[in-house]
């Protein structure tokens, strides 16, 4: 192939060409500050990770389903695709036929391709659901479990509130003062599901700030805002935002600075959440002092910043690392009430906007025309686990649990069919993964390189990598349709995903429901058409489907920057109320209380971590995302590379504790707790508070395996220590951002990495 042409990644839109060896990317020439991220995609169609040709785990092949624990060193067994997916068509269909298709968990989470065609999730999904009548399904996500169902029982539907709600340019043009519990990190906003080929949050928040607008960030880690935004600093003690939250609200309440007729007309159950501030009940007033005890954050400061934000337009964002944490909803509750009690929600630039700056997505008008979208057909099982509890499904099927004012039953799941996703990087407490992974008959996994999670199925399929497909890059919030044309022959035997699932429905009697004709051109055809119909309803340009191939991406209109339902709320409640029970913002949630949650009550609380530092435990583990990849993806590639410390992740930590643990910068650490180990390379920075370890997810699962129950990870995997349980029974979101360990220097023999090197293959 010669010449550039047009591809879409999750973190930028960008021209490549493909050498043979290597990949020449450049990006958008629309983007004004490319993600470094686009680095990974030079050297990895090749890599050795690829996986080349379909393969059987040895001991699945000679003992059948249910063959018990999965090592990631056991030996596979090459096999040709037409003598394996009869093999896999007939396991499904046993599975089906015993157990119904309430006995398959359709396993995916993971952004494979910005793509809206090959969606790989959306691909599996919809092979399930036409194949076999249904799956165990997962809802929500491991990012925002707990927004994802505090947001619309107190405020309104998760979208709207952290897309359709403040944008950039609201900032820029009418913010004075941003407060951003958790921050506003650039490695997260470079990045938007479906593609992204503007990046504007650095040059916004530069100019928010040359115009006036100061931004303060409460974390433990300095650069969770980029150094154009020229933000102050507040370090504070992990798990305290909320702490903070209520030390500012207990200040407007007592100095009689709270917005009342706001409350009054927008609010609901402010008298209970006013009481619960002056401590009528646990006796303990929420004052700045005691938040200040509780948090480290200076006592004056709380004080200055809550007179301040009833003096100037204010806007109160909180960041999903805050809410991916035992009592995460808390967070995302408290800092609605703060933002309510400054009394500027649904004003240009002020208010609350729940993530700004986590996503690409993030701050932006939405487009006025529908994106292409494939249909992923009807699910036949009603049954569904929140995504992280996955383990607690496999490990007690047929067990009781409460999830958001539902009393909910495990299923019994047999067969697990996981595609494009690795829970190595999004799951927590791996030792207890793999034990959960064992009890299953089968698990299938369809991929293109051998992650842990390929290398702890039964049935591996490989599929090929965006860059050596076809698709339609496009995002909701991005002004641009994007061709993504094909870069690369395929690596090995690898096919693309809609390949493997048709030739799968053929073989299961489904083919004409699961392909309704169509190959995969004539699929994005389709799915192209209700975007172009709209263009040419409202009179802008709308091309036909292969002239637009031909030009490589089209313009999309935006939508007015209307500030979304908050704005509509506020300008007039009776006529657009909110959709909560009462129609207004719950500060006090009548729903919530009468679930009886010990651990979610009815308005926004304090909880102290249940994980405090100790003599044994004595630092605070933040497992954030990734600088160098988006989760685990492409952690093989270069730019990925580029950041390790001697092959492992880099762990930073405080000069201070590293000097008390005579741990100097580039040495090798063992971080450890009761649930595990992992070796990461030491960084040393005074922008991690003292007390902190940053150590950031993603790093493949590397064991060193010393029993069945307990392994080490030599590469950097933080998941081998964080806690595997629930933000609480409203939402049962993801409990990972936090933990407590301890730490050493390593002086042993280094194992050497292993997390890229394919398994054992022999021939069949």
């Known amino acids: ?5 047009s591809h879409a990644a999750h973190w930028g ?14 990006p958008h020439p629309s983007d004004p500050d490319p993600s470094p991220i686009l680095g990974n ?21 000679e003992k059948g389903p249910g063959s018990g624990h999965r090592r990631l060193d056991d030996v596979f067994v090459e096999m040709e695709w037409e003598d394996l997916l009869p093999i896999v068509a007939r396991t499904i269909g046993e599975v089906r036929d015993r157990h119904g298709p309430e006995g398959v968990y359709g396993g995916s989470y993971g952004w494979s391709s910005a793509g809206r065609f090959h969606h790989v999730q959306s691909q599996v999904h919809r092979f399930l659901n036409v194949s076999i009548g249904g799956y165990v399904r997962s809802v929500n996500s491991y990012s925002a479990g707990a927004s994802s169902v505090i947001l619309p029982r107190v405020m309104g539907p998760f979208e709207a509130l952290s897309r359709h709600n403040v944008t950039w340019d609201q900032v820029v043009a009418d913010t004075d003062l941003v407060l951003a519990f958790g921050g506003m990190a650039l490695k997260n906003s470079n990045i938007a599901r479906g593609g992204i080929t503007s990046h504007i949050e650095r040059g916004s928040m530069a100019q928010a700030a040359a115009c006036g607008c100061r931004f303060h960030l409460f974390s433990p880690l300095r650069d969770d805002f980029p150094p154009e935004a020229g933000a102050i600093w507040h370090p504070i003690n992990p798990g305290t935002d909320v702490a903070v939250m209520l030390g500012l609200c207990h200040m407007m309440l007592i100095e009689g600075r709270h917005d009342r007729d706001f409350l009054d007309r927008y609010c609901t159950g402010f008298d209970v959440f006013a009481a619960y501030l002056e401590g009528r009940d646990d006796k303990q007033p929420k004052t700045a002092q005691w ?20 003096q100037r337009r204010s806007l109160v964002t909180v960041a999903h690392a805050l809410q991916r944490a035992r009592f995460g909803e ?16 649904g004003l240009p630039g002020g208010g609350y906007n729940y993530a700004l700056g986590a996503m690409g997505h993030t701050g932006r008008r939405l487009n006025s025309v529908p994106i292409p979208t494939l249909s992923q057909g009807t699910n036949g099982v009603a049954n569904f686990i929140p995504v992280a509890r996955i383990c607690d499904m496999l490990l007690n099927p047929g067990s009781t649990y409460q999830f958001d004012g539902r009393d909910m039953t495990y299923p019994d799941i047999h067969l697990v069919y996981w595609a494009g996703g690795n829970p190595f990087h999004h799951h927590q407490d791996l030792n207890r993964l793999q034990q959960a992974f064992a009890v299953l008959e089968t698990i299938i996994v369809q991929e293109n390189a051998w992650t842990p999670m390929a290398r702890s199925a039964d049935i591996v399929l490989p599929a090929t990598m965006t860059l050596e497909r076809e698709d339609i890059g496009a995002a909701a919030t991005d002004p641009r349709l994007i061709a993504m044309k094909r870069l690369a022959p395929p690596a090995g035997a690898a ?25 995969a051109r004539g699929w994005m055809a389709h799915l192209y058409e209700p975007t172009r119909k709209a263009l040419a309803d409202r009179g802008w340009d709308a091309p036909d489907f292969e002239e637009f191939w031909r030009r490589g991406e089209l313009a999309l209109p ?9 704005r509509s709320f506020r300008c007039d409640p009776k006529t657009t109320p909110l959709p909560t029970p009462s129609g207004r913002i719950e500060l006090f949630s ?13 308005h926004p609380t304090w909880f102290a971590p249940e994980d405090q530092p100790d003599s044994n435990h004595p630092f605070v583990l933040v497992a954030n995302q990734p600088a160098t990849r988006l989760h685990s993806q492409l952690d093989f590639g270069a730019y990925s590379q580029s950041s390790k410390v001697r092959g492992r992740e880099p762990a930073r930590l405080n000069p201070q504790d590293a000097a008390a643990r005579g741990i100097g910068d580039g040495d090798i650490i063992r971080i450890f707790n009761s649930r595990g180990a992992c070796l990461a390379g030491a960084v040393l920075s005074d922008g991690v508070m003292p007390g902190v370890i940053n150590l950031s997810t993603g790093a493949w699962f590397d064991p060193i395996e010393h029993d069945v129950n307990r392994t080490e990870c030599r590469h950097g995997n933080p998941n081998t220590v964080t806690r595997d349980v629930g933000t609480s029974k409203l939402a049962q979101g993801c409990s990972g951002q936090v933990t407590i360990v301890d730490v050493c220097r390593y002086d042993g023999p280094l194992p050497p990495i292993q997390a890229y090197d394919p398994p054992t293959l022999v021939g069949c």
Do not use: N
Not at 334 to 339: H, I, K, P, R, S
């Open 1 to 5: 192939m010669s010449g550039h042409v």
């Open 13 to 26: 839109t960008f021209t490549a060409r493909w050498d043979g060896e290597r990949l020449d990317v450049r």
């Open 41 to 61: 995609l030079s050297d990895v169609l090749r890599h050795r990770a690829r996986i080349l040709k379909p393969a059987v785990r040895k001991g699945w092949l």
């Open 291 to 310: 938040a200040s005890a509780v948090s480290g954050v200076p006592v004056e400061t709380i004080v200055e910043l809550a007179r301040e934000m009833t």
């Open 330 to 345: 808390q967070p995302v509750w408290a800092g609605v009430a703060l933002a309510a009690m400054a009394g500027q929600i």
């Open 495 to 519: 096919r693309d995903d809609y390949e493997i699932f048709s030739e799968l429905s053929r073989l299961m009697g489904t083919e004409r429901a699961f392909t309704e004709g169509r190959d």
């Open 558 to 566: 935006s939508a007015p920057d209307d500030g979304g339902l908050l």
């Open 590 to 602: 009548k729903t919530i209380a009468d679930f009886g949650y010990d651990d979610c009550p009815g």
